[in-house]
């Protein structure tokens, strides 16, 4: 077949060469749905764990808002916060969940003292709430295995003195598997009280788990998709115009890719794991479409790119067999 590949120049500030984009995937709408659930259920606290790369924090970053305000209909009382991995001062803790609950410092380069930092805090959540004629706001933690015992039971203060006043403080932590195993920890050491409170509730991050899931991902970068915002252009389009216009796509490809993946699992996984059971992680699959894109780009013709020999050779690159023995290995 000759190639169908005649792409005009590509623009550097394209999401897909920045990595600066997300594909909406059943698990994101999972965790989403969990969350509304449980903002519906007013618990106190709850958590989602699972490997790293395959999908959470990007859930946080660039969906959970505006899927959750489309589903109440309103505009949601929200923080979200990505705690980082470094130890911090009690200051310094209630001066970043300011910052992110986008206070407008008058001296931005200035910390708060603590007992100030706490009290704007307060204050702030119950503006956000009181905004949108709510009588709660939600915190989202992400990257939530680092947060310490001290944070959580500055946290648990804080909840119960909203709680006197008339305002419900919801925490969900986002993190790894790891975040999993604090509630037991907690309990032990004679804080049951921080886990019943902060991991009521808690769900899975699952990665892509069959064909059909795969497929529908595969069916983002080919139709849902946009780039330039307003031309209708989806990601296969840009880069593969012409194999586009040929009824090429990538979501008929997903039968030959999973299979793939499938062989490129650690030989343990192999002789151990039900192919049904098998979950990629989503930081694999964009990594492995990235590739395909620029290579079609590149004026690689569509059965070249998507034959079997390609696509395993790709997806060697990204690390996929040795990133699955280590998520393996913590399960």
């Avoid at 059943?26 to 958590?47: A, C, F, H, L, R």
């Avoid at 039968?255 to 343990?268: G, K, R």
């Avoid at 930081?283 to 070249?304: C, F, M, P, Y």
Wanted: net charge neutral.
């Amino acid at each position: 077949m000759k190639n169908l590949n005649q792409s005009p120049s590509i623009d550097q500030n394209h999401p897909v060469l920045k990595q600066s984009y997300a594909v909406y995937t059943p698990s994101m709408e999972e965790m989403i749905t969990t969350i509304g659930n449980w903002i519906d259920q007013k618990v106190s606290g709850g958590y989602i764990y699972g490997p790293s790369r395959f999908g959470k924090s990007v859930t946080v970053k660039w969906y959970v808002r505006t899927v959750l305000e489309e589903r109440f209909n309103n505009k949601l009382p929200m923080v979200v916060w990505s705690r980082p991995d470094t130890s911090m001062t009690e200051v310094e803790f209630w001066n970043l969940l300011l910052l992110e609950a986008k206070f407008r410092f008058q001296f931005p380069d200035k910390l708060k003292k603590k007992i100030q930092a706490r009290f704007l805090f307060k204050q702030h959540l119950i503006t956000i709430a009181r905004s949108a004629r709510q009588n709660y706001v939600v915190l989202i933690i992400d990257e939530a295995h680092e947060v310490t015992l001290k944070e959580w039971k500055w946290l648990l203060g804080l909840q119960n003195e909203l709680d006197k006043d008339g305002f419900h403080l919801t925490v969900f932590s986002i993190g790894s598997h790891q975040l999993g195993y604090q509630p037991s920890f907690y309990s032990r050491i004679g804080n049951a009280h921080i886990a019943a409170r902060f991991f009521a509730v808690s769900a899975r991050f699952h990665g892509i788990r069959n064909i059909k899931e795969l497929r529908f991902i595969l069916n983002g970068y080919d139709i849902d998709s946009e780039w330039p915002e307003g031309t209708g252009i989806s990601y296969l389009k840009y880069f593969a115009p012409s194999a586009f216009e040929n009824n090429c796509r990538l979501a008929d490809q997903a039968d030959e890719l999973w299979m793939a993946f499938e062989e490129l699992l650690p030989l343990e996984m192999r002789s151990s794991t039900k192919k049904s059971v098998m979950e990629l992680p989503m930081l694999h699959l964009a990594i492995t479409v990235e590739q395909l894109l620029r290579q079609l780009e590149n004026g690689k013709d569509w059965e070249s790119t998507t034959s079997k020999i390609n696509l395993l050779n790709i997806i060697k690159n990204t690390g996929f067999t040795l990133f699955m023995r280590l998520i393996s290995a913590q399960e």
